[in-house]
């Protein structure tokens, strides 16, 4: 019953901003986790910022702290990824995911979305 539904992505130019939405709807009660990964074809799935919903605390992969913002409206069940000053590696598809929290560094990713492409031109 769980769906996550990405949105938002598409072409631009380095320098430009996109942000990302994701509605999440039937995920389990403790799911306290959610986040933002993407892959590029021939790379490994490279994570990229995650939220604890009740708390706001905030997370982000190296690559992209300082230009991308996760945040999240609990009232519509969605978290948004705000990205600026893109670069064309950040090319690839943004997927959302959400799951439980064991520690900070053990998040249970039990959900997933279908993924947005972001393509980011030199």
């Known amino acids: 019953q769980a769906l996550l539904v990405e949105s938002g992505g598409g072409l631009v130019q380095a320098g430009d901003s996109l942000r990302l939405s994701c509605v999440a709807t039937?995920?389990?009660?403790?799911?306290?986790?959610m986040g933002w990964f993407r892959q590029s074809p021939g790379k490994e799935r490279e994570f990229v910022a995650g939220?604890?919903?009740?708390?706001?605390?905030?997370y982000y992969g190296d690559s992209v702290k300082g230009r991308f913002t996760i945040s999240g409206d609990n009232a519509k069940s969605t978290v948004y990824l705000q990205m600026n000053d893109l670069k064309s590696n950040d090319t690839g598809i943004y997927y959302c995911?959400?799951?439980?929290?064991?520690?900070?560094?053990?998040?249970?990713?039990?959900?997933w979305g279908q993924g947005t492409q972001v393509t980011v031109s030199p």
């Open positions: 039937g995920v389990a009660s403790n799911s306290a986790a």
């Open positions: 995911a959400a799951g439980p929290i064991a520690s900070i560094y053990a998040v249970s990713w039990d959900y």
């Open positions: 939220l604890r919903k009740s708390l706001g605390n905030t």
